[in-house]
């Protein structure tokens, strides 16, 4: 069943956005022009990588543990191993943060800004400062807390979790937690991880400060009813 993503009213643009959805998979994609045949082709692709290596290692979309496996020659499910591995979390965590810069990157080559959202975990590349407010459900702070990201930090992951939005599977309460990496798979992967951590306000401080120590982290916020908890590089407007 569908589930209107009410986050993607969030993000201040001035960019032509469009939609591509194959499956599981639905973005919202903002470029400087209209290029949904060329992500349709990127997610494919994807989608393919990710769908034979099940075939191969069922347990990676399954798996709740880190996997290891150095037979891998494959980027993209390199990229999910590994962030798995350093978030202490399985593979598939990172699944929404790889598929979107994997589609961010592909279409560079044709715009100059792209911003790739899926499922609240977004790639960007942008040659002007961008804004994104973040959604957290019902607490009072849902809306009222808006990030500015520079042009100089670009490109750039922002991924977020929540315990009380959406489907995926989350052993937390928080209402959102976003991290900020270079890397969008790890910033996916510590986000759940950051997530699963906090059950209550007294765990904020101690769960964002963990995954700041990440090496790669750029910034992390968590938000749980009317209380939020940021630290690293995340500046709040």
């Given at each position: 069943m569908y589930e209107k993503r009410f986050y993607r009213e969030l993000l201040n643009n001035d960019l032509c956005?469009?939609?591509?959805?194959?499956?599981?998979?639905?973005?919202?994609?903002?470029?400087?022009?209209?290029?949904?045949?060329?992500?349709?082709?990127?997610?494919?692709?994807?989608?393919?990588?990710?769908?034979?290596?099940?075939?191969?290692?069922?347990?990676?979309?399954?798996?709740?543990?880190?996997?290891?496996?150095?037979k891998v020659s494959n980027h993209l499910i390199n990229q999910m191993l590994k962030a798995g591995q350093i978030a202490n979390v399985g593979p598939f965590a990172a699944v929404a943060g790889t598929i979107a810069e994997y589609v961010g990157k592909s279409l560079e080559k044709h715009s100059r800004n792209v911003v790739v959202e899926n499922g609240g975990d977004i790639y960007m590349q942008s040659t002007s400062d961008r804004?994104?407010?973040?959604?957290?459900?019902?607490?009072?702070l849902t809306g009222k807390v808006i990030i500015k990201i520079?042009?100089?930090?670009?490109?750039?992951?922002?991924?977020?979790?929540?315990?009380?939005?959406?489907?995926?599977?989350?052993?937390?309460?928080?209402?959102?937690?976003?991290?900020?990496?270079?890397?969008?798979?790890?910033?996916?992967?510590?986000?759940?991880?950051?997530?699963?951590?906090?059950?209550?306000?007294?765990?904020?401080?101690?769960?964002?400060?963990?995954?700041?120590?990440?090496?790669?982290?750029?910034?992390?916020?968590a938000i749980i009813g009317d209380e939020l908890g940021v630290i690293g590089e995340i500046e709040l407007v």
């Amino acid at each position: 069943m569908y589930e209107k993503r009410f986050y993607r009213e969030l993000l201040n643009n001035d960019l032509c956005t469009f939609s591509v959805s194959v499956g599981e998979t639905d973005l919202s994609i903002s470029c400087d022009n209209n290029l949904d045949e060329k992500a349709y082709i990127a997610i494919m692709k994807a989608r393919k990588t990710i769908r034979d290596y099940i075939d191969l290692n069922e347990d990676f979309k399954t798996s709740l543990v880190p996997i290891v496996d150095n037979k891998v020659s494959n980027h993209l499910i390199n990229q999910m191993l590994k962030a798995g591995q350093i978030a202490n979390v399985g593979p598939f965590a990172a699944v929404a943060g790889t598929i979107a810069e994997y589609v961010g990157k592909s279409l560079e080559k044709h715009s100059r800004n792209v911003v790739v959202e899926n499922g609240g975990d977004i790639y960007m590349q942008s040659t002007s400062d961008r804004r994104i407010g973040i959604y957290a459900g019902d607490s009072p702070l849902t809306g009222k807390v808006i990030i500015k990201i520079k042009k100089e930090k670009f490109p750039i992951g922002v991924c977020t979790s929540s315990g009380t939005v959406g489907h995926s599977l989350s052993f937390g309460k928080a209402d959102a937690v976003v991290v900020l990496s270079k890397d969008t798979a790890l910033a996916d992967a510590v986000a759940t991880a950051t997530c699963n951590k906090i059950l209550t306000k007294d765990d904020i401080i101690k769960a964002i400060e963990k995954a700041y120590n990440i090496k790669g982290i750029i910034g992390v916020l968590a938000i749980i009813g009317d209380e939020l908890g940021v630290i690293g590089e995340i500046e709040l407007v």
